[in-house]
């Protein structure tokens, strides 16, 4: 049985870092993303990595704050958080899924797997 689950969140002022973790189960993935929903909004996507090769990408929103990273003998991704901001403070969520192709890294229906959410809020 698959399994992804999060941690990491909490609650932190802005300029404040914070580290979200995602521990993967039952199998291995090619691709992994996270994702956030904020109250009200869409679910969003942030930042995208291939497990081999290391490939990144970023939502234009959090490029050069947040990292995205993992460790493959663990098969745990990690997403690093620097300076946050208020309009960062949503659900934050691990997605993850096996090669696909014609549907792109930022769409949320590219991902067959997900974990149940790990809540970050940032006050000003």
């Known amino acids: 049985q698959v399994q992804l689950v999060e941690s990491g969140g909490g609650l932190v002022q802005a300029g404040g870092s914070l580290r979200l973790s995602c521990a993967a189960s039952g199998r291995t993935f090619s691709t992994m993303a996270w994702f956030r929903q904020a109250p009200r909004k869409e679910r969003e996507f942030v930042a995208f990595?291939?497990?081999?090769?290391?490939?990144?990408y970023y939502a234009d929103s959090v490029k050069g704050r947040f990292t995205i990273s993992n460790d493959r003998a663990k098969n745990t991704l990690f997403l690093q958080m620097n300076s946050l901001k208020p309009e960062d403070t949503a659900v934050y969520y691990c997605a993850a899924s096996p090669p696909k192709y014609g549907i792109s890294y930022s769409v949320a229906a590219r991902y067959d797997y997900w974990g149940q959410g790990t809540q970050v809020t940032v006050s000003s």
């Open positions: 990595i291939r497990w081999i090769g290391g490939d990144t």
